[in-house]
């Protein structure tokens, strides 16, 4: 289809698709950015070509700021991480004030998580979250490691306390070596890098978890920044004990 790109699932979307499939989503343009909040129609309703989505004026938002004005852009956004997903994302809705940014995000993470294996990718990322006190980005990537790797109290003990988890000695390394490169990039010396070598890591791999942990910077601060509220399905999707471990407080 002219003026489309054919780019990754939503950075959170392994819930829905399977690892390697691909959603299309439009080229962009800048939006005016507005008020209305938006609330999408679910999967099972057909909305006739070219009728908008029903516009929400109630006063709760998902974020600190107000929902950006619909567009071809945004409601192409909004049913390709539907489909995705299953719901709308509360931070697709943030993402609408920039179409252009969540797509270029898309492209960037997308090619970041196609050079890693998903496990180390996915403890990576956790890492990162929990030292940079996300809890939406905790949320979710513990959920893709719940589904994917281990159970829920595995999970939430590597949310914690991951060296008597059972991870391998060089998970282990790669969970400190992220955490302490999301908490303080400058503090990372050669030694630090060493010690990947010294668990088998090449200085490739190394280089993958260091831009793994840079994107995770980027879109966890956003996120944060933003007030942008953790999707309410994490309260149905994850236990108590495991929402309890992976909300990093912020």
């Known amino acids: 289809m002219a003026g489309w790109t054919t780019i990754p699932p939503s950075p959170f979307a392994y ?7 691909t959603v299309p989503v439009a080229a962009t343009r800048s939006p005016d950015l507005v008020a209305p909040r938006v609330r999408h129609f679910p999967d099972s309703v057909r909305r006739p070509s070219g009728v908008p989505f029903a516009v929400e004026r109630r006063g709760s938002r998902m ?5 950006a004005e619909q567009s071809p852009d945004t409601e192409r956004m909004f049913d390709a991480d539907t489909k995705a997903m299953g719901y ?8 609408a004030h920039s179409p252009a ?5 898309q492209q960037l993470n997308g090619a970041v998580k196609a050079e890693m294996e998903l496990r180390r990718y996915e403890l990576a990322t956790l890492a990162a979250a929990r030292a940079l006190k996300s809890s939406y980005c905790g949320l979710a ?5 719940r589904d994917k790797f281990f159970d829920a109290p595995t999970v939430a003990a590597i949310a914690s306390d991951h060296g008597s988890t059972g991870l391998s000695a060089q998970e282990v390394a790669v969970v400190n070596f992220a955490g302490k490169v999301a908490a303080d990039a400058n503090s990372v010396i050669e030694a630090d890098i060493a010690g ?22 980027f879109f966890s601060t956003v996120l944060s920044a933003a007030g ?8 149905e999707s994850l236990d108590a004990d495991l929402r309890q471990a992976l909300s990093f407080g912020g």
């Open 15 to 21: 819930e829905r698709e399977a690892l390697g499939s």
């Open 63 to 67: 974020s600190h700021l107000e929902q």
């Open 88 to 95: 709308l994302p509360n931070y697709t809705r943030l993402f």
């Open 101 to 105: 940014v969540y797509l270029a995000w």
């Open 141 to 145: 990537h513990g959920k893709v490691l």
């Open 196 to 217: 990947l070598r010294s668990h088998g890591l090449d200085d490739t791999e190394i280089f993958r978890v260091i831009l793994a942990v840079g994107a995770r910077c």
């Open 228 to 235: 942008a509220e953790p999707d309410p399905q994490y309260n």
